[in-house]
């Protein structure tokens, strides 16, 4: 004869498996800092690796303030970049001394190693966790520059390997001008200033989202630039949003009531 503790840890198993109630919870499915990734699964960069221009003043890639690189990315008016010393004079940079952590950097990508100046670099996230859907796509952006109609940048995602949308694509004001205020008070007024889904870019990070949708296993964003001359870009902070499954309470409780119900057979047996 099959033992009633038996029978009521078959009963509390199939009470819960069977009838578990779930409930959609907004949360981050997958992020990238460039310091510390979220279900970041792989990334790829054409034609030239990231961080592979031969010129130090060509930027696209992952920077920080305290290593440096490319001058026109960096604002040295009161803190040199990579150890160096500040430069009161500096007129362009889009990260200060107090933003110590990595970013995408991007500046003069049409030079002797691009001459067409198209760079497209993807990152791919493990999304499967968003049974209930993505909701939204967070990115932090940054820019400062004389840009020109024809610099571009834009990023669009895919999911489980379908067509690319875009969710991000940049926009010149050709005839306006903007104050940029550089980390020493310093103002600097350049003309055609560069915008994200019509939010105007200034030297300081700002958060810019787009709503998304879809579910899958994988999400690929496509980053894809063309600038020309000294004009600074920058992106931080991805954060992909979606709704993942959360047991209902009530499950809980079930599990509970199996389990006081083996605890009590097994007392009996005793």
């Known amino acids: 004869m099959i033992s009633r503790l038996v029978l009521c840890t078959f009963a509390a198993f199939i009470f819960v498996s069977g009838a578990t109630a779930y409930r959609a919870s907004a949360a981050i499915v997958a992020s990238h800092d460039f310091d510390a990734p979220m279900n ?6 054409s034609p030239i690796a990231f ?9 696209w890639g992952i920077y920080d303030f305290n290593t440096g690189g490319p001058f026109s990315l960096f604002d040295d008016t009161v803190a040199g970049s990579g150890g160096g010393a500040a430069f009161a004079g500096d007129s362009l940079g889009i990260v200060q001394s107090t933003k110590t952590d990595s970013f995408f950097g ?4 049409t030079n002797g190693d ?9 990152f791919t996230f493990d ?3 968003a049974t209930g859907g993505l909701t939204s796509i967070g990115i932090d952006f940054a820019g400062m520059g004389d840009f020109e109609a024809s610099d571009l940048l834009t990023i669009s995602y895919s999911i489980d ?5 875009d969710i991000f694509v940049s926009s010149v004001d050709e005839a306006v001008s903007k104050d940029y205020t550089m980390e020493s008070g310093t103002v600097i007024t350049l003309d055609d200033p560069m915008s994200i889904n019509g939010v105007e870019l200034s030297n300081s990070f700002q958060t810019i989202s787009a709503n998304v949708g879809g579910t899958g296993n994988s999400l690929t964003l496509q980053v ?3 600038t ?13 949003n979606g709704l993942t499954a959360v047991p209902e309470p009530g499950a809980f409780f079930a599990l509970m009531i199996g389990m006081a119900g083996v605890v009590t057979a097994r007392r009996r047996r005793r």
């Open 40 to 45: 970041l699964t792989g990334s790829t960069s």
């Open 51 to 59: 961080n592979g221009f031969t010129s130090t003043g060509d930027a």
């Open 106 to 109: 991007i500046n003069d990508t």
């Open 114 to 122: 691009v001459a067409d100046g198209e760079m497209t670099g993807t």
């Open 127 to 129: 999304i499967s966790s």
């Open 161 to 165: 390997g379908g067509a690319f949308t």
């Open 224 to 226: 894809f630039a063309d």
């Open 228 to 240: 020309n001359a000294d004009e600074a870009i920058g992106f931080d902070n991805i954060v992909i």
